[in-house]
């Protein structure tokens, strides 16, 4: 099996985590060869950007709506997207611990969206934008893994990170810290862009305190994004099954395997708390309570 064929079966296999990290990745990878492409013709290559990136202006929006979805993918430079794509999969992992791929997929896209409108807002209705709104637009996913980093911290707020040189530290405080770095910076060059991290980190505080309070806000959205990612996923070939011999001793066994597991969860359960069970072993409670 060849290198492409190694990451195409990682992303189709991967959970939405991955497929996240894969796309944010392939995409710069993409957009940097085009843009070398472009150099060398003597070609501009900024005009692709303008038609990926969002811009803030809400004239030109209108004549480029998927902007506010393709800028959360976009990056260029590669501190960017390496710092991005860190955070994700650090506190994406964090949050499939205690919630699903499909709330981790919501929460990314919206927290996107949000930041983007965030964006355009103030560069729209706050005069001190006015002169350069035309040149200004958004890219980078910094708005949709900050809306991850807030929610994980709502719901877990004293669970500790260890950060090199420093320790153990809990995550409300690296939460805490980034957004008032956020507010501090809005007075700075990338002002458009820290709107947009706070337009994020908003919708992270908001859909996860909604869901501790047992309402989820993406439901119909979880199901829609379900769907979309599901394209993506490996389709198993159709198996011709014959009619076992003994079909109940067969089903009898599988039943007792499943009993045995369901066992050994509740049994961690009694011994360390509902807390200490892995992403796996929450999706066999999961589909044991659907079953009753």
Same mark, same amino acid.
């Given at each position: 099996?060849?290198?492409?064929?190694?990451?195409?079966?990682?992303?189709?296999?991967?959970?939405?985590?991955?497929?996240?990290?894969?796309?944010?990745?392939?995409?710069?990878?993409?957009?940097?060869?085009?843009?070398?492409?472009?150099?060398?013709?003597?070609?501009?290559?900024?005009?692709?950007?303008?038609?990926?990136?969002?811009?803030?202006?809400?004239?030109?929006?209108?004549?480029?709506?998927?902007?506010?979805?393709?800028?959360?993918?976009?990056? !260029?430079?590669?501190? @960017?997207?390496?710092?991005?794509? &860190?955070? =994700? #999969?650090?506190? $994406?992992? /964090? !949050?499939?611990?205690? @919630?699903?791929?499909?709330?981790? &997929?919501? =929460? #990314?896209?919206? $927290?996107? /969206?949000?930041?983007?409108?965030?964006?355009?807002?103030?560069?729209?209705? =706050?005069?001190?934008?006015?002169?350069?709104?035309?040149?200004?637009?958004?890219?980078?996913?910094?708005?949709?893994?900050?809306?991850?980093?807030?929610?994980?911290?709502?719901?877990?707020?004293?669970?500790?990170?260890?950060?090199?040189?420093?320790?153990?530290?809990?995550?409300?405080?690296?939460?805490?810290?980034?957004?008032?770095?956020?507010?501090?910076?809005?007075?700075?060059?990338?002002?458009?862009?820290?709107?947009?991290?706070?337009?994020?980190?908003?919708?992270?505080?908001?859909?996860?305190?909604?869901?501790?309070?047992?309402?989820?806000?993406?439901?119909?959205?979880?199901?829609?994004?379900?769907?979309?990612?599901?394209?993506?996923?490996?389709?198993?070939?159709?198996?011709?099954?014959?009619?076992?011999?003994?079909?109940?001793?067969?089903?009898?066994?599988?039943?007792?395997?499943?009993?045995?597991?369901?066992?050994?969860?509740?049994?961690?359960?009694?011994?360390?708390?509902?807390?200490?069970?892995?992403?796996?072993?929450?999706?066999?409670?999961?589909?044991?309570?659907?079953?009753?």
């Amino acid at each position: 099996m060849g290198i492409v064929d190694e990451i195409k079966l990682a992303f189709k296999n991967g959970s939405y985590l991955t497929k996240l990290i894969y796309i944010n990745i392939a995409i710069w990878v993409l957009v940097r060869l085009v843009f070398v492409g472009y150099s060398l013709s003597g070609s501009d290559g900024s005009l692709m950007l303008n038609w990926l990136a969002l811009p803030a202006s809400f004239e030109l929006f209108i004549s480029r709506p998927w902007t506010i979805l393709t800028y959360m993918f976009l990056h !260029f430079e590669l501190l @960017h997207v390496l710092f991005n794509v &860190l955070w =994700l #999969y650090w506190f $994406g992992k /964090i !949050f499939l611990e205690y @919630h699903t791929q499909q709330k981790l &997929l919501s =929460l #990314y896209i919206i $927290g996107g /969206i949000t930041g983007g409108i965030a964006f355009m807002m103030a560069y729209n209705w =706050l005069p001190v934008f006015h002169e350069r709104i035309i040149n200004s637009q958004l890219l980078g996913a910094s708005a949709s893994v900050i809306a991850i980093v807030i929610a994980i911290a709502v719901y877990v707020p004293n669970h500790l990170i260890h950060l090199a040189f420093i320790g153990p530290v809990k995550i409300k405080w690296i939460a805490f810290v980034s957004v008032l770095l956020y507010v501090i910076s809005l007075s700075g060059d990338n002002a458009g862009g820290n709107f947009a991290h706070l337009g994020g980190a908003v919708w992270g505080w908001i859909y996860m305190s909604q869901l501790m309070a047992g309402r989820n806000i993406t439901g119909r959205f979880d199901r829609v994004t379900e769907t979309v990612f599901s394209w993506f996923r490996i389709r198993k070939k159709l198996k011709i099954k014959y009619n076992s011999p003994n079909p109940d001793h067969d089903y009898n066994r599988k039943k007792r395997s499943q009993q045995a597991e369901i066992n050994e969860v509740l049994d961690k359960i009694g011994k360390s708390g509902y807390d200490s069970l892995t992403f796996d072993e929450r999706e066999i409670l999961f589909k044991m309570g659907r079953k009753k």
